[in-house]
């Protein structure tokens, strides 16, 4: 089981309280997509994808974006309990979407660079290091039913 | 593969970084050896406290490296094969999950919350192309 400390809950739930979840969850997957544009291939029926200006702009991208931004407050509330937490979703990436777990390490690592340039200077190191921690120990809890 | 628009966002961008080595840098290592106190292992002889002499002096060093790989897009290897020599034969960072990774996880995060949203998704890509095929090149020669 992972510990935090008081500091560490604190950081997490400051950031995650100003964080606008719609709009922070269309940037990160925008910016998977754009940036690693092989993760394109979880994503054929989104429609036009052609282009930086058209993966921000797409509809599907922005509403799938903000579910998985949804789920991922999911976490910042049971901190004590991510394995159970995401049991399912961890058993649905494997069975159905054939999602190699390498991709949550990408997606928690780009979130984090949507956190700082939304943050900019209040997203400290002592921030940036609890946030890794937190997308680190989701993408583990995500891969744990993996089989 | 850098495209020209890559390229010339990175040289674009790269005028931000100039004049700012020193603290850019040394916030880069920061924020590293705090995120992955793994990448410590490689730094026993420094004094790794907050604004410490050391990590000034050698995040501009890593920096100004950096500047240099700006200047020689089109030619990395030669423009880096000197510090690749040292990573491989001298350094010995590891390169399965290399450290550098770890590094250019927090160039991002740094140039992020300097830039704000000026670090567009362009910008983060072409930056992202840029320093793997800088820490694939410092990589080399490793065996």
Redesign the interface.
């Known amino acids: 089981m992972v510990h935090w400390s008081a500091e560490e809950k604190q950081l997490i739930a400051t950031v995650w309280g100003k964080v606008n979840v719609e709009e922070c969850g269309a940037?990160a997957l925008?910016?998977l997509l754009?940036?690693y544009p092989w993760t394109q291939r979880f994503f054929d029926n989104f429609g036009n994808l052609s282009s930086?200006t058209a993966?921000?702009g797409n509809p599907k991208v922005r509403a799938h974006g903000k579910k998985v931004l949804t789920s991922f407050g999911e976490a910042v509330k049971n901190l004590e309990n991510l394995k159970a937490t995401y049991a399912k979703l961890s058993e649905l990436h494997c069975e159905k979407l054939h999602v190699d777990p390498e991709n949550f390490r990408l997606l928690g690592?780009i979130l984090?660079?949507?956190l700082?340039?939304?943050?900019?200077?209040d997203?400290t190191?002592?921030c940036?290091?609890t946030w890794?921690?937190l997308v680190g120990v989701v993408a583990h809890a995500l891969a744990y039913k993996y089989h | 593969m850098l495209t020209a628009e890559d390229k010339n966002l990175i040289h674009q961008f790269w005028e931000k970084v100039s004049g700012h080595q020193e603290d850019f840098g040394s916030?880069v290592l920061?924020?590293m050896f705090?995120?992955?106190p793994q990448t410590k292992t490689y730094f026993p002889h420094f004094n790794l406290q907050h604004g410490s002499d050391q990590i000034r002096s050698h995040g501009k060093k890593v920096l100004n490296a950096l500047g240099n790989a700006v200047k020689s897009l089109d030619n990395l290897s030669q423009a880096l094969s000197e510090l690749s020599n040292l990573h491989a034969y001298n350094l010995r960072v590891d390169p399965s999950h290399f450290a550098l990774q770890l590094l250019g996880?927090?160039f991002?995060?740094v140039l992020?919350?300097?830039?704000?949203?000026d670090?567009s998704?362009?910008v983060?890509?072409a930056f992202?192309k840029f320093l793997s095929a800088v820490a694939a090149t410092l990589a080399e020669k490793y065996r």
């Open positions: 940037e925008a910016r754009i940036v930086p993966i921000i690592d984090i660079i949507v700082a340039a939304h943050f900019t200077k997203f190191p002592a940036q290091a890794q921690k | 916030e920061e924020r705090m995120t992955y996880q927090c991002h995060v992020a919350s300097h830039l704000g949203k670090y998704p362009e983060h890509a992202d």
